[in-house]
Every structure is written in structure tokens, then in C-alpha cells.
């Protein structure tokens, strides 16, 4: 069975419920409220669904044929991260779910007003969306001295605020802060940031090191992260 999700980038809303005239309200709701809905009316069939993945967040009743709410929850928990919000006729079931600890993410009691559910599935989907967002690979950061320089996003910061920096600078001073305390002659770094011969364009060098001292150093006249070693060139000093 292909589902109505596959390939798309919306966020994937599963309903395991089986009084299907619920169902289908949630579905038209959730649906409006531009997501994507697939129905399961029963347990073990909607367990199955959630497990597999592809969906961002379960609406699970806890009666249900085939498997109890409170046993597909378990299971979705084992293997899956994702939001469940969990619905109810009975507020016992809420207290129950409570007492077990067993990580519903919401409860709502039927009946419930359809745009009370979406404003919960929003904000949990929002939730998910930043949590993820925060476990996602950190950017690529060199950090000294109070001097910060974020290759990912190619911004510089000294102290916590941001110098702005034109693409040469930037090139310039990341390439210098990656290979610390090594000499380089003005040739070798023309030839390193702008890619070609420095034949008559050191000059170049001289103006682009003197424009980021003017941004990052306290003193441009003494500078404590760009060097200049005389007859030579420049060094970062870590």
C-alpha cells in the first residue's frame, strides 16, 4: 500500500481512532490547517503504521480494537520520538497515562474543540521541530581569544558582537586562524584567498590584514591576532 505522504514535506499527522466519524472530523480539520492525515482504525494496524515511520506525530485514542492505547504508546515510545497526543472519553484514562508515566506528549478529552486540537499539534509539532533542530550538527566554529569566527554561517564575532566582514576578509583571516603561529609571506597568502600569481598585487594583502585589525584588534598599531613578521609576512597568533 503506498501512502498519500510518501515524498511530500509537510508535516504527516497518523490518527489511530476507531469511531471513524471522529476520525474524519480530525482528518478535515488537521487537513485544512494544511497537514497531511492518514486514518488507522485499529491497534495493532495503527501501531504498525507509527512504528514504521514517516509520520510526525500520532493522535492516538486509548480504546481501541487490536491493542489499548496505553500498549501502543509503550511501543511508539521504544522505538520512535516523535509527539503522540493522546484522547479520551474518560478522565481516568488522562490520570491513568499520568500515573504510568508513560510519556504522552498531550491529552485531550473527547469531546474537544477540533481548533483546540490543532493549536496543540501545532505546538508540539513546533516543539519537535526546534528540539531537532538543536541536536542537529553544530557549525563549524573557530574560537580564540574572544574572537569567534562561524565558518557555517561566515560571520565574526569579538566578544559576542558581530563584525562584518566583506568575502576576502573573511577568507583571509579564517585562512590565517586555521593554521596558527605559521608565517606567511604575502605571495603565499594572495595566491591562498585570491587563487592566483601575487605578481604587483601584494599591495592587496597589506590593505586586506590592515582592514580586518581596524575590526577585530584593540590596537591596529598592536595588534594581538595578526602579526606582522617583518621581511616576511603575517602569523596568527593562537
Same mark, same amino acid.
Not at 127 to 141: I, V
Not at 170 to 190: C, I, M, Q, S
Given at each position: ?78 522505538? *520512535? ?7 479520551? !472519553?474518560?478522565?481516568? +484514562?488522562?490520570?491513568? #497515562? &499520568? $500515573? %504510568? ?25 513546533? *516543539? ?7 541536536? !542537529?550538527?553544530?557549525? +563549524?566554529?573557530?574560537? #580564540? &581569544? $574572544? %574572537? ?91
Amino acid at each position: 500500500m503506498s501512502h498519500p505522504w510518501e515524498g511530500a514535506h509537510m508535516s504527516r499527522i497518523l490518527i489511530i481512532e476507531d469511531e471513524e466519524s471522529i476520525a474524519e472530523l480530525e482528518k478535515d480539520y488537521l487537513e485544512l490547517s494544511g497537514f497531511e492525515v492518514e486514518i488507522e482504525t485499529d491497534g495493532l494496524a495503527g501501531q504498525a503504521r507509527a512504528l514504521q515511520g514517516g509520520c510526525d506525530l500520532v493522535i492516538l485514542d486509548v480504546m481501541l480494537p487490536g491493542a489499548d492505547g496505553f500498549e501502543i504508546l509503550k511501543q511508539i515510545r521504544r522505538e *520512535r520520538e516523535i509527539p503522540v497526543v493522546m484522547v479520551s !472519553a474518560k478522565k481516568d +484514562d488522562i490520570d491513568k #497515562i &499520568r $500515573g %504510568l508515566g508513560l510519556g504522552a506528549d498531550d491529552y485531550v478529552t473527547k469531546p474537544f474543540s477540533p481548533s483546540e486540537l490543532i493549536a496543540r499539534v501545532k505546538a508540539h509539532l513546533t *516543539r519537535y521541530d526546534r528540539l531537532r533542530g538543536s541536536a !542537529a550538527a553544530p557549525n +563549524d566554529e573557530i574560537e #580564540i &581569544r $574572544g %574572537l569567534r569566527i562561524d565558518k557555517t554561517a561566515r560571520r565574526v564575532y569579538l566578544n559576542g558582537e558581530e563584525k562584518i566582514f566583506t568575502t576576502k576578509e573573511f577568507d583571509l583571516l579564517t585562512f590565517l586562524a586555521e593554521h596558527p603561529n605559521r608565517v606567511y609571506t604575502k605571495g603565499e597568502l594572495f595566491k591562498n584567498i585570491w587563487g592566483m600569481d601575487s605578481v604587483g598585487e601584494i599591495a592587496t594583502v597589506t590593505v586586506h590584514v590592515k582592514k580586518i585589525r581596524e575590526k577585530i584588534e584593540d590596537d591596529s598599531s598592536r595588534p594581538t591576532y595578526i602579526e606582522t613578521i617583518w621581511g616576511v609576512g603575517y602569523r596568527f597568533k593562537d
